[in-house]
Nanobody
């Protein structure tokens, strides 16, 4: 299973970006899908998570600005990022709990996509 993230780029403060992450490979079902980010010199932190039943949680710093969604028909997760701030600058990673059969669940990471917000 591979996770391919895309949609990063450079944007001015206050702007918007939409990240996408597509899973491919032998997938029976995808459970929780998450976006994490890691800024230079900082630990990786959870940005948002969405369950298969569409329950969502957000990191405190992004609540009210970011929206996570998923399309199970496309094995995809999205992160709509609005009102971006310079402190949102980081590499963003998607992460998923993927069932490859009824009995096995594995955790996978995507390769990361750079988001840079200029002031």
């Amino acid at each position: 299973v591979q996770l391919q993230a895309s949609g990063g780029g450079v944007v001015h403060s206050g702007g918007s970006l939409r990240l996408s992450c597509v899973a491919s490979g032998y997938i029976f079902r995808i459970n929780d899908i998450s976006w994490y980010r890691q800024a230079p010199g900082k630990e990786r932190e959870l940005v948002a998570r969405i369950s298969r039943s569409a329950t969502t949680i957000y990191g405190d710093s992004v609540k009210g600005r970011f929206t996570i969604s998923r399309d199970d028909a496309k094995d995809s997760v999205y992160l709509q990022m609005d009102s971006l701030k310079p402190e949102d600058t980081a590499v963003y990673y998607c992460n998923a709990d993927v069932m490859t059969s009824r009995n096995y669940v594995f955790n996978y990471w995507g390769q990361g996509t750079q988001v840079t917000v200029s002031s």
